[in-house]
């Protein structure tokens, strides 16, 4: 299994950027996000399952969405209102099932991280 993230980069505060992850190998069930500052342990973003049931961390929601396409075994981060706090490598995990979507922990698969930068 292989996973492929994507999108990141340098962005003003209150711009937008949209991260994308591809699963290769087998199809998931469940896919999430996590960050990691400098400094910092591995936060949760948000995670989404194969019926598209989701959720956000509370610094995250109402500002990202996560969605995905099964078809090409692909999740996305559509990342608005980005602040400075934002700033940190972003990770996508794969795991066929978890009742604990949130912790880091429950990802069996890791994509290598894109780092997203925001400026004040």
């Known amino acids: 299994v292989q996973l492929q993230a994507s999108g990141g980069g340098l962005v003003q505060a209150g711009g937008s950027l949209r991260l994308s992850c591809a699963a290769s190998?087998?199809?998931?069930?469940?896919m999430g996000w996590f960050r990691q500052a400098p400094g910092k342990e591995r936060e949760f973003v948000a995670f989404?399952?194969?019926?598209?049931?989701?959720g956000y961390s509370d610094s995250v929601k109402g500002r990202f969405t996560i969605s995905r396409d099964n078809a090409k075994n692909t999740i996305y981060l559509q990342m608005n209102s980005l602040k400075p706090e934002d700033t940190a490598v972003y990770y996508c995990?794969?795991?066929?099932?978890?009742?604990?979507?949130?912790?880091?922990?429950?990802?069996?698969?890791w994509g290598q991280g894109t780092q997203v930068t925001v400026s004040s």
């Open positions: 190998g087998r199809s998931f069930s469940v």
């Open positions: 995990g794969m795991t066929p099932y978890t009742s604990q979507p949130t912790k880091s922990q429950s990802y069996d698969y």
């Open positions: 989404i399952t194969r019926i598209s049931s989701t």
